[in-house]
């Protein structure tokens, strides 16, 4: 089992960036496959990034890609999302998530994790 607590969030205006970060501690960080979720008000949780084991590869939601990007450390458990240009559209509670599916190597389904974080809210401010 694993726990996740995210940080970093908070309120920013357009334009501006924000690093999320999230810590993982109980079994080895490196075992899980890690994502990165979002959901607004009234919305859908939607995918947003995910990672590999060992970070060689990544995938990133058309909404945000060229502005997100996704990146771990094994060594401090922990992975991060840094998110750039942002949009009021990007303000959501974001969620890491941590997936121990044998055989899954990066994750766009929320359905492919087994261990989630409390949230960290994002809030820009047009």
């Known amino acids: 089992q694993v726990q996740l607590v995210e940080s970093g969030g908070g309120l920013v205006q357009a334009g501006g960036s924000l690093r999320l970060s999230c810590a993982a501690s109980g079994r080895t960080f490196s075992d899980y496959v890690m994502g990165?979720?979002?959901?607004?008000?009234?919305k859908e949780r939607e995918f947003v990034?995910?990672?590999?084991?060992?970070g060689g590869s990544t995938y990133i939601a058309d909404?945000?890609?060229g502005r997100f990007t996704i990146s771990r450390d094994n060594a401090?458990?922990?992975v991060y999302l840094q998110m750039n240009s942002l949009k009021p559209e990007d303000t959501a509670v974001?969620?890491?998530?941590?997936?121990?599916?044998?055989?899954?190597?990066?994750?766009?389904?929320?359905?492919?994790?087994?261990?989630?974080?409390?949230?960290?809210q994002v809030t820009v401010s047009s």
């Open 36 to 42: 990165w979720f979002r959901q607004a008000p009234g």
């Open 49 to 54: 990034a995910t990672i590999s084991r060992n």
């Open 63 to 65: 909404s945000v890609k």
């Open 76 to 78: 401090k458990n922990t």
């Open 94 to 120: 974001h969620y890491c998530a941590a997936s121990a599916k044998p055989g899954l190597v990066i994750g766009g389904v929320w359905t492919s994790y087994d261990y989630w974080g409390q949230g960290t």
